[in-house]
């Protein structure tokens, strides 16, 4: 009986993934002229971990790179050989490789076989170099076996020949153990009469490597190893451990003979314990079950089950509403407790889709360092609020905006080091990536301490383009201005930026996702570029407005205030509709039932409702004729259900069981001067 390995190489590309992103993070933290060992230790688990998982499923080629990357960090991390910085450069470029082979298992996608055969071949060089043996790192492995025990000797092929007896575990954790020993060296299998393992192994590899693998599985204390001796040893093994299958329990071990050996003291030590393993059965079982791996396709639904029953719960509350309180005082009871118990499982629901802003963060410490380098600058990327957490579905779509904006900050933001030195400053520039949350909103920040924007030579550009700019435009309205489009101040066009493509598309995207874009500069000191998004587009909290029989829905995020002007505040401007006086502040006015065409209940703004929006650092007010009140909508997208409507966003289903429509703020605004034209301009 056989298994198909290949029903779990998804899991095995997700912890690959994960292993691999670890990896990169702690290479860039590395201190080269002192590194940590812990750090070193980790590095060299995840090489590993990845090399077991690679051969348990057959991918030779991943395989192949990880053993010459392991090879190499294992001497580098004994302290054999010390750490440079052109290690920690063939490191992050094993990494690169190792990703490229796993989209071409995972994708099919093509490799350049070049490149890994490059890559093999500097890693090769590079762990047979006669470097001078390093300071031994802080928690380095050394031999603790018990005095008066005979160290292994190899044989004539560098072999060692180990007995090793393993405590009492599991079956799986047997299994396991004896795949990642069959990568190293080979191996056979036996019981002890206890039903204990035991394995006869022959590996070129030391006992410390032995140690530290077994101690991924189990406590190194309860491990016993000793000298088999190079007889003992079969020259052929009857079960070999395999890499491309590795049976998982399912093959019966031919018998072998136990050899009677002197009991020896295993290697035990707190050093050998840090190393990273998996600790207990217990407490193996317990991080296993503490998370779970599920499908989006499957959250998604769960969320699309919980907007229907909030609109379910919306419908019942509309229909008790008419009821006595007095003689159906129990029911409503029951009602405002289910209303309670909906709204604490949405909460709940909707968390599952929240994800921390480091899933994003951590894909820009690689780029910014390479970037750097190729313009010949110095850049510290520092990171805050990573933990933040932020819907799924935006933090996808949040991804190029942000890289566009980090990749412009280290090139155009920063000075060259001598510029930088010249003006005061250190030669060494600092580029923050922040997120937190303000109110329902999160607010992410690329901050760097450049030069700053030049409003001279954006003004210049500008009426270079034909846009329409005054010299005494405030400094927010011409930062604004690099959101152009084809909008450049670059001198020569390089292959990270200068052609005017990309801020454009910055902006229309975070204004998809209900985001704000805001700049902040001040010439010599550098500049802020914010984002405000909201937590989620799948739930939103609105004001409900009435306008004729129609009832449309604001999002509450763009409303400011809502009032009732008096006649002289409404003035009628030639060419620009009409216009509003609020607190000594004119506002374009927004006729709703204008621009839907609706017969209005009262078109005089004075006897209607202004509710003042604002959006992208412009204000307006949206005459209604009247306000329903506020609710908690669940967005439905409009264009998959039926197709994209000019000024409207999405739906909602109300509690009547009627469709509202959810209004797009930002078009609105800025149709503010078209009121005239036919809604279609949107």
């Not at 060296?185 to 002890?192: P, Y």
Request: contains cysteine; aromatic residues 4%.
């Amino acid at each position: 009986m056989t298994i198909d390995v290949s029903q779990f190489y998804q899991v095995f590309f997700d912890e690959a993934d994960e292993l691999l992103a670890e990896m990169e993070k702690l290479l860039l933290a590395l201190d080269v002229a002192a590194p940590d060992s812990e750090e070193l230790n980790a590095i060299f688990r995840a090489a590993h971990s990845i090399k077991g998982g690679a051969a348990t499923f057959g991918f030779a080629d991943i395989t192949d790179v990880t053993h010459v990357l392991e090879s190499l960090l294992d001497r580098i991390r004994k302290g054999e050989m010390a750490l440079t910085a052109e290690h920690v450069e063939a490191f992050l470029i094993s990494k690169d490789v190792l990703d490229m082979l796993m989209d071409g298992h995972r994708n099919g996608s093509s490799v350049d076989l070049d490149a890994v055969a490059s890559v093999s071949r500097q890693l090769q060089a590079l762990s047979e170099g006669t470097a001078a043996p390093a300071v031994a790192p802080k928690a380095e492995i050394t031999d603790k076996t018990a005095p008066g025990t005979a160290v292994p000797m190899a044989d004539a092929d560098g072999n060692f020949h180990y007995r090793i007896e393993l405590p009492e575990v599991p079956q799986k954790d047997v299994d396991a153990l004896a795949t990642e020993l069959g990568l190293i060296g080979t191996l056979t299998r036996d019981a002890l009469p206890d039903q204990r393992a035991v394995f006869m192994f022959s590996t070129t590899e030391s006992q410390d490597t032995i140690v530290a693998i077994c101690a991924f599985v189990l406590d190194p204390d309860d491990l016993r190893i000793t000298s088999a001796g190079p007889s003992a040893a079969p020259a052929a093994p009857a079960v070999a451990v395999e890499t491309a299958d590795p049976g998982y329990g399912l093959f019966e071990p031919l018998p072998v003979q136990p050899v009677e050996v002197p009991a020896a003291v295993a290697p035990a030590a707190s050093e050998t314990k840090n190393l990273g393993r998996r600790a207990t059965d217990k407490e193996a079982s317990s991080a296993e079950s503490s998370s779970i791996r599920v499908s989006v396709e499957k959250v998604d639904q769960l969320i699309n089950l919980v907007g229907e029953l909030v609109i379910t719960q919306a419908m019942i509350d509309q229909r008790i509403a008419a009821l006595d309180p007095i003689h159906h005082e129990r029911l409503l009871n029951s009602a405002n407790q289910l209303s309670r118990n909906t709204r604490d499982l949405q909460e709940a629901v909707m968390s599952i889709r929240m994800m921390p802003m480091d899933y994003v963060f951590s894909r820009f410490p690689r780029m910014v360092r390479d970037l750097a380098g190729k313009l010949g600058k110095k850049v510290e990327f520092v990171t805050r609020g990573a933990a933040t957490e932020l819907d799924k579905g935006l933090i996808e779509r949040i991804v190029d905006p942000l890289t566009h904006l980090v990749r412009n900050s280290v090139d155009h933001g920063f000075e060259m080091p001598d510029k930088r030195l010249a003006a005061g400053k250190s030669e060494t520039g600092k580029l923050t990536l922040s997120a937190a949350h303000q109110g329902g909103n999160i607010v992410i920040e690329v901050s760097d301490d450049g030069g700053g924007l030049n409003r001279e030579r954006i003004l210049a550009k500008a009426k270079q383009n034909g846009l329409p700019v005054t010299d005494g435009m405030p400094d927010h309205e011409v930062w604004q201005l690099i959101f152009a489009p084809g909008f450049s101040t670059a001198e020569i066009v390089t292959d990270v930026s200068g052609r005017g493509v990309g801020m454009d598309v910055v902006k229309r995207n975070i204004t998809a996702m209900g985001g704000v874009v805001d700049i902040r500069s001040v010439p010599g000191s550098g500049t802020t570029i914010s984002i405000s998004l909201p937590l989620t587009l799948a739930i939103l909290d609105g004001m409900l407005i009435k306008v004729g029989d129609e009832i449309y829905i604001l999002p509450l995020g763009y409303v400011i205030e809502s009032l009732q002007p008096a006649a002289v505040d409404v003035k009628d401007i030639a060419g620009q509709g009409q216009v509003v006086k609020v607190r000594e502040e004119y506002l374009p006015l927004i006729p709703l039932y204008q621009i839907f065409a609706i017969e209005p209940r009262c078109a005089e703004p004075s006897k209607g409702i202004l509710v003042i929006l604002e959006s992208e650092g412009k204000k307006a007010a949206l005459l209604v004729d009247s306000l329903v009140g506020q609710q908690q909508v669940v967005v439905k997208n409009l264009e998959s259900n039926f197709r994209r409507v000019a000024g409207i966003s999405g739906a909602t289903i109300l509690g009547d069981g009627g469709v509202s429509l959810i209004l797009d703020v930002a078009a609105l605004l800025r149709s503010s001067r078209q009121l005239n034209a036919d809604a279609a301009c949107f």
